[in-house]
């Protein structure tokens, strides 16, 4: 017996094969310790990562882009639904005489530019047309906020207002209440033709789709305006779908890219139209 050849495993072999198993429970053990031993501390992963690599980010979730190089602005902040606010401040004409300069407010707007070259700038200049021509200067303020502009003019710190036809309606009641803030139009600046637009999630198709959804605009603007007009003539009452507020038109375009929760957006160029060609699933509405 002693002389016949050995068929099993030699000691060394044994050894081998015992770590072989040996490492290979332990590897099991690790990668299923999650399952075997569920009480383990889970606040290293992240858990809205993993939804969005699975398309499983809930409605309202994780932010879809950053609106930074997309939107005019980058920063947004809801506000609370308020009526319009009674103006503040009313105050007399501030004018000097000596330095003859009209402080003139306008906002981010492309048909403002007609006013900005002939002012060669922002600043008020003695080389503007202006003041070659009629002897007073310009300073061209940025205020993006209606109710804001609204404010700094029957303060008496600007001297003209912008808006549009439908902004000056609604700013007149208040305005009139004091015969030195009492508005005269004396001059339309353009017809904003495709200057206003809504830009909507690519599910929404008409104007009828926005019922039930959630709009985000600049309350007391022209974007109110614009959409109520739409809903009602759509034959949807306001109230059927859920609004959100910003200050201002831009922010309304930032919050649209940022928050997946919010159907469509109320602003204006240039953001109605960067929107759509920057970001996916995204359109202008049309009719």
């Known amino acids: 017996m002693n002389g016949e050849p050995q068929h099993g495993p030699t000691a060394l072999a044994k050894v081998l094969i015992f770590l072989i198993i040996g490492a290979s429970l332990a590897g099991a ?4 310790k999650d399952t075997l031993f569920p009480g383990r501390d889970h ?21 879809a882009f950053d ?5 005019t602005v980058s920063e947004y902040k809801y506000v609370p639904q308020e009526r319009l606010p009674p103006v503040k401040g009313v105050s007399a004409y501030k004018w000097d005489a000596k330095t003859k300069v009209v402080q003139f407010p306008i906002n981010v707007w492309i048909g403002w530019l007609p006013i900005v070259a002939a002012n060669h700038g922002f600043a008020p200049n003695p080389d503007s047309v202006f003041a070659k021509k009629y002897g007073f200067q310009v300073n061209l303020k940025l205020i993006d906020d209606p109710v804001v502009a609204r404010d700094a003019f ?14 000056m309606a609604l700013f007149a009641p208040e305005l ?20 206003d637009g809504i830009v909507v999630r690519d599910t929404i198709r008409s104007v009828s789709d926005l019922k039930g959804k959630t709009i985000v605009y600049a309350q007391n603007s022209p974007s109110q305006y614009f959409i109520n007009n ?23 375009a930032a919050a649209f890219v940022a928050d997946r929760s919010i159907d469509a957006c109320v602003s204006w160029a240039p953001d109605i139209y960067k929107i759509p060609e920057k970001v996916k699933g995204t359109r202008i509405l049309r009719g």
């Not at 606040?43 to 932010?63: H, L, M, N, Y």
């Not at 008496?156 to 549009?164: D, M, P």
């Open 176 to 195: 009139m209440r004091d015969s030195r803030t009492a508005p005269r139009i004396y001059q339309q600046i353009d017809w904003s033709n495709g200057g």
């Open 154 to 167: 029957a303060a008496g710190e600007s001297h003209i207002l912008w808006g549009t036809l439908d902004m």
């Open 43 to 63: 606040r290293d992963i992240d858990v809205a990562k993993f939804r969005d690599q699975q398309g499983q980010t809930p409605a309202g979730g994780s932010e």
């Open 230 to 252: 739409l809903l009602l003539n759509a034959g949807i009452q306001p109230g059927a779908v859920k609004h959100k507020f910003t200050a201002t038109a831009f922010e309304a």
């Open 29 to 32: 053990a690790y990668f299923f």
């Open 67 to 71: 609106p930074k190089g997309i939107t």
